[in-house]
C-alpha cells in the first residue's frame, strides 16, 4: 500500500530532551515535507526537500533541523525541544513539487513538550 | 507568503441540504488544490485543479477554480453525515516548491 509512515504517533517528553520523528514514504516521491497543524494557525511548512540531500526552510524552520539522505526518508529533528513546539506535526510526500501530484499525508505526530 | 482565507470556518447543516465553502487569496496560484481531514488523521487529497475557470466533480462534490486563479469555492450537493470533516485547499506556488493551506472549513452534517 503506497503509504507515508509517521512514528511515533504519540509522543510525551520534557524541555531540552532531543527528539527525532521519523517519516518513510514507499512511492519513490522526490519531494517531501514537513509541516505543522495548530488551532487557529492551520497547516504552516517547517521544512521541505525536493531531493537526496536537497532541503530548504519553510515558514517556521526555527528549532527545527532536517536531514534526506535517502530518498524515500526524512527525519524531523529537534534539538532541544520547547513548550511552544507543542503541536500536530505531518509529513507529506509528492512525486512533483507539488503542483500537480497532490500531497500524500502520514496520520500525524502529536508532540507535546512539558 | 502567499495566504489563503476560507470562509466559512464553521458550517453546520442537515442532511440533505447543500453547502459551498470559499477559497480566495488576493495572489495567483499555478494550482490549488482541496484537502478533507477527519480527526486523528491526515489530509487526504481530493482533487487538484489547474486551470482558470476549470470545473472538476467528484460524485456530489463540485470544485471549481476562478478564472483569475486567485479564488476557488468547494460546493457539496445533498450533504450526507459522511462528508463531515475538515476542508483545507491549499495553493502551489508558480515555482511549486510548496502549497500554502487555508486555515480550513470545519463542516458538519447531521442526520
Known amino acids: 500500500e503506497a503509504q507515508v509512515t509517521q512514528n511515533p504517533r504519540y509522543l510525551i517528553t520534557v524541555t531540552g530532551k532531543k527528539l527525532t520523528v521519523t517519516c518513510s514514504q514507499n512511492m519513490n516521491h522526490e519531494y517531501m515535507s514537513w509541516y505543522r497543524q495548530d488551532p487557529g494557525l492551520g497547516l504552516r511548512q517547517i521544512y521541505y526537500?525536493?531531493?537526496?540531500?536537497?532541503?530548504d526552510k519553510g515558514d517556521v524552520p526555527e528549532g527545527y533541523k532536517v536531514s534526506r539522505k535517502e530518498k524515500r526518508n526524512f527525519p524531523l529533528i529537534l534539538e532541544s525541544p520547547s513548550p511552544n513546539q507543542t503541536s500536530l506535526y505531518f509529513c507529506?510526500?509528492?512525486?512533483?513539487?507539488?503542483?500537480?501530484?497532490?500531497?500524500?499525508f502520514g496520520s500525524g505526530t502529536r508532540l507535546t513538550v512539558v | 507568503t502567499q495566504l489563503l482565507e476560507q470562509s466559512p470556518q464553521f458550517l453546520s447543516i442537515q442532511e440533505g441540504e447543500n453547502l459551498t465553502v470559499y477559497c480566495n487569496s488576493s495572489s495567483v496560484f499555478s494550482s490549488l488544490q482541496w484537502y478533507r481531514q477527519e480527526p486523528g488523521e491526515g489530509p487526504v487529497l481530493l482533487v487538484t485543479?489547474?486551470?482558470?475557470?476549470e470545473v472538476k466533480k467528484l460524485k456530489r462534490l463540485t470544485f471549481q477554480f476562478g478564472d483569475a486563479r486567485k479564488d476557488s469555492s468547494l460546493h457539496i450537493t445533498a450533504a450526507q453525515p459522511g462528508d463531515t470533516g475538515l476542508y483545507l485547499c491549499a495553493g502551489a506556488e508558480a515555482a511549486g516548491n510548496k502549497l500554502t493551506f487555508g486555515g480550513g472549513t470545519r463542516v458538519l452534517v447531521k442526520p
Open positions: 485543479v489547474v486551470t482558470g475557470g
Open positions: 526537500s525536493m531531493n537526496v540531500e536537497v532541503t
Open positions: 507529506a510526500s509528492s512525486p512533483t513539487r507539488g503542483r500537480f501530484g497532490g500531497y500524500t
